[in-house]
């Protein structure tokens, strides 16, 4: 299952993580969103100790959200050793993601 990630422990969870991080900045009322939830909560069990999959509430989280310039959602930042190496917005199909996700394993 995704990481619920916030402000508090972003930097942890994200910038610290010694595994490729695929972070989901979404909100509840963007039907996009809503679209691409159940492919990130699957790229998380596929990928489930090989990289951290995690979601941004941009609601809940303005830190994080304005700090990284989010202003389309979905967005998907891709971050290795705490920068952001890839990013998608808009809501894409699964292989996008995880094509993009096997890049950031080699």
Known sequence: MALEI???????VVLK???PVLVDFWAEWCG???????VVEDIAK????????GKVNVDNNPGIS???????????????????VD??????????LS????????
């Not at 996009?32 to 159940?38: N, Q, S």
């Not at 990013?87 to 996008?96: R, Y």
Request: proline letters at 6%; glycine letters at 10%; one cysteine or more.
């Open 66 to 84: 304005m700090k990284y310039g989010i202003r389309n959602i979905p967005a998907l930042l891709f971050f290795k050793n705490g920068e952001i």
């Open 6 to 12: 916030t402000d508090a422990n972003f930097e942890q």
């Open 46 to 53: 596929e990928y489930d100790g090989k990289a951290v999959v």
């Open 17 to 19: 993580s010694d595994k």
């Open 32 to 38: 996009p969103c809503r679209m691409v939830g159940p």
């Open 87 to 96: 990013k998608q917005i808009g809501a894409v199909p699964k292989s996008v």
């Open 99 to 106: 094509g993009k996700l096997d890049k950031q394993l080699v």
